[in-house]
């Protein structure tokens, strides 16, 4: 299997393995090391100098007020069952999720019954603990292997906890995403780009999650790589000046409609799905072509990838739209890549926890004047009623955006009261304790919060994901051989040089041609071994290394060497002095290997 030659050739091992490992941790041996490092540059290609964004790099501890400000702290959790009698550990909607998969294998089960069945399955992580606990009684769901009762749901939050200095008055966590680095650093970024919108800031670094029960190799695990973009732009203004790039690109959209009624993903260009509403708008539908395209390049099947649309419950309720790029593996559909317009709450929050401002501004040709709401808020009735905690709640009026504004004057109108909340602490204003009115006033600016527009990846299920697509077997040989048929770019050896023996007299075009190839920037390992040409080959396919460079006897005659590629096992003759070039390219897309034969 993909994850038994994987372990073997020391792609990834379990970390501590000699000490019976922990689960949710891995090492990258030298292969997988290598494809990861191609990845993550073939990312920043695509991405980072494609489309000129600002590469950041930040800590991977951060102080827990930063967290509490995003909203980690309160809500970054997964619910969590417990066996009764062992206390051993289960991830709520994970396990509701492969007991209705083991259910569906029910043959007597009428077309209804699948239907209903496939329907919670689908939107089990989107259940909250009450209808997570209906589920579990209603099928009488148990403990695995020992059918064992499990408790009720809670929350359970992922973020490892620690203390920053020798006091242990600092508390901090492990970062469990890299993007707060880069809203925290929105002011500098801002001042860097000259105070420019639309603009995009990018990081690759590790996250790090609690996960309640990590299992499946590298597709739930503790500490992971991501690779996080935060395209800040004007909330008036989602067109993308790229847009009409990728418009006509056709994808496989699964829509909220579809989701509601466990129905299969649809065939839908971008530029359809924007103008129907489906796609908020086009710097997200942007996006999520641009991701498509990476996956591809990757090496994913057309087939094996969909975009499917957050369910109302299942979104942030900051978030204005929210989509996953799920690739389908032997686990099933793996989220890899979530795609969300996160609109501006984490610049609105960390103006208000940091009392900083996060706004950014653009000029107006001409003064403009403009409407406003004016809440007038009635100091001496808020300092009687809330003493000391009024002035946390003048700051948060001073520092909410018009729309929020408006909403509070409508509803105070037509209940007499309003619910705010302010530091994370609820107020009930009633009508006397603020007044808002709407004014004008003449302004030469617009001052306002950034909205975001989020793709962020997981490094490492987007790696499995290619390994698991890049599988092969050949079956028309003696044996059944499995390798890797990995996309140039991304094998982490690009080719191998073979001497057909260990003749002392290839010696030295062993060294001539290393260093030739080498001098092109192409990564390649010598294979001097005794053993047969052939099993050296299969030695190299396994590893996904795409070039084998052949040293024979005729080499020593007329200075010429064969070039294999793997894919096709077809073959070429050479001369030595020419090899180094046609490797590096083929292996940068400049040509292709039916070029070279």
């Known amino acids: 299997s993909i994850e038994d030659l994987l372990k073997r050739r020391f792609f990834y091992r379990p970390s501590f393995e000699i000490y019976g490992g922990v689960s949710g941790l891995y090492d990258y041996g030298p292969p997988g090391c290598s494809v990861k490092r191609e990845l993550e540059d073939l990312w920043r290609r695509h991405f980072v100098l494609e489309e000129d964004m600002l590469e950041l790099s930040g800590t991977n501890l951060t102080p827990e007020v930063v967290l509490t400000a995003s909203g980690h702290v309160e809500k970054f959790s997964d619910y969590m069952v417990k066996e009764q009698g062992t206390e051993k550990c289960y991830r709520a909607d994970k396990l509701l999720s492969e007991f209705i998969t083991e259910k569906l294998k029910d043959t007597s089960l009428d077309e209804a019954q699948k239907h209903e069945l496939a329907k919670i399955e689908a939107q089990a992580d989107t259940y909250n603990a009450q209808q997570l606990w209906e589920f579990f009684e209603r099928f009488q769901v148990k403990a695995p292997g020992t059918e064992n009762s499990l408790t009720y749901p809670e929350p359970f939050n992922l973020m490892f906890s620690t203390s920053i200095g020798p006091t242990g008055r600092h508390k901090g966590f492990l970062r469990p995403e890299t993007a707060q680095g880069i809203f925290v650093n929105f002011k500098n970024l801002y001042e860097f780009n000259r105070q420019r919108l639309p603009f995009a800031a990018a990081q690759i670094g590790l996250g790090f999650r609690n996960e309640i029960s990590p299992r499946d190799g590298l597709l739930r695990v503790r500490e992971f790589t991501m690779a996080e973009i935060e395209h800040f732009v004007n909330p008036k203004q989602k067109d993308h000046p790229k847009f009409e790039s990728i418009a006509d690109t056709q994808l496989p959209l699964l829509p909220q409609e579809q989701q509601a009624h466990a129905g299969n993903p649809v065939p839908m260009t971008i530029r359809e799905a924007v103008s129907r509403g489906i796609i908020d708008n086009q710097t997200l539908g942007y996006f999520i072509g641009r991701t498509y395209r990476f996956l591809l390049t990757c090496g994913i099947s057309e087939q094996g990838i969909r975009f499917r649309q957050h369910m109302p419950d299942e979104m942030a309720h900051y978030a204005t739209d929210c989509w996953d790029a799920e690739i389908l593996t032997s686990y099933g559909w793996v989220e890899c890549v979530g795609i969300a317009d996160r609109s501006c709450f984490d610049l609105a929050r960390h103006a208000q926890w940091s009392k900083k401002n996060m706004m950014a501004a653009e000029k107006y040709p001409e003064p403009v004047t403009v409407e406003f709401v004016d809440m007038k808020p009635n100091k001496g009735m808020l300092g009687k009623t809330f003493k000391a905690k009024a002035q946390v709640i003048m700051k948060g009026l001073e520092q909410m955006q018009e729309p929020q504004k408006k909403e509070i004057m409508q509803k105070l109108e037509e209940q007499g009261q309003v619910q705010v909340t302010f530091e994370e602490e609820s107020f009930t204003l009633e009508k006397g304790m603020i007044n808002p009115v709407v004014s004008t006033k003449t302004v030469s600016q617009d001052n306002f919060y950034p909205s975001v527009i989020e793709p962020s990846f997981g ?139």
């Open 459 to 597: 490094i490492g299920r987007i790696l499995y994901a290619v390994f698991e697509h890049a599988y092969k077997e050949r079956e028309d040989l003696e044996e059944v051989r499995s390798f890797l048929s990995l996309p140039p770019k991304l094998a982490p050896t690009k080719c191998c040089i073979l001497p057909i023996s260990k003749n002392s007299a290839f010696e030295p075009y062993i060294v001539e041609i290393k260093q030739a190839v080498k001098t092109k920037g192409v990564s390649c390992e010598v294979d001097d071994s005794s053993t047969t040409i052939g099993r050296k080959y299969a030695r190299c396919d396994e590893l996904g290394i795409p070039f084998a460079i052949t040293i024979d006897f005729q080499t020593d005659q007329d200075k010429t060497v064969t070039l294999r590629e793997a894919n096709y096992m077809s073959q070429v003759r050479l001369p030595i002095s020419e090899v180094p070039k046609v490797v590096a390219k083929v292996v940068d897309s400049l040509w292709s290997w039916q070029s070279v034969t």
